[in-house]
């Protein structure tokens, strides 16, 4: 059983930075491979970013390239996603993802097997 709690959303205006946290649960964190995904008022959740289980590859939505970066600190159990230059249409609640059982990153929501709570980020204009 994995558990994992984001924490780190909040109000912003546009063009400010944020950045979340998901600590998860377990002792084998840096066997999993995390993603973050976001889900808007009214639309389905869509994914955001994904990191490899040692970091070493990323993958981002087209929306978010280049203002948005995935991290993660093995030795903390924690995955984090710095978002800058943010946008109105950045708002959401973000959720943090992992995926324990398949071999590649994947973008599919459907791969991961266990899920935060979500935080909540609001970007005014």
């Known amino acids: 059983q994995v558990q994992l709690v984001e924490s780190g959303g909040g109000l912003v205006q546009a063009g400010g930075s944020l950045r979340l946290s998901c600590a998860a649960s377990?002792?084998?964190?840096?066997?999993?491979?995390m993603g973050w995904f976001r889900q808007a008022p009214g639309k389905e959740r869509e994914f955001v970013a994904v990191?490899?289980?040692?970091?070493?590859?990323?993958h981002y939505a087209d929306s978010v390239m280049g203002r948005f970066t995935i991290s993660r600190d093995n030795a903390k159990n924690a995955v984090y996603l710095q978002m800058n230059s943010l946008k109105p249409e950045d708002t959401a609640v973000y959720y943090c993802?992992?995926?324990?059982?398949?071999?590649?990153?994947?973008?599919?929501?459907?791969?991961?097997?266990?899920w935060g709570q979500g935080t909540q980020v609001t970007v005014s204009s």
């Open positions: 993802a992992a995926d324990v059982t398949t071999k590649a990153i994947s973008t599919n929501r459907n791969q991961y097997e266990y």
């Open positions: 377990g002792r084998t964190f840096s066997s999993y491979r």
């Open positions: 990191i490899s289980r040692r970091g070493g590859i990323t």
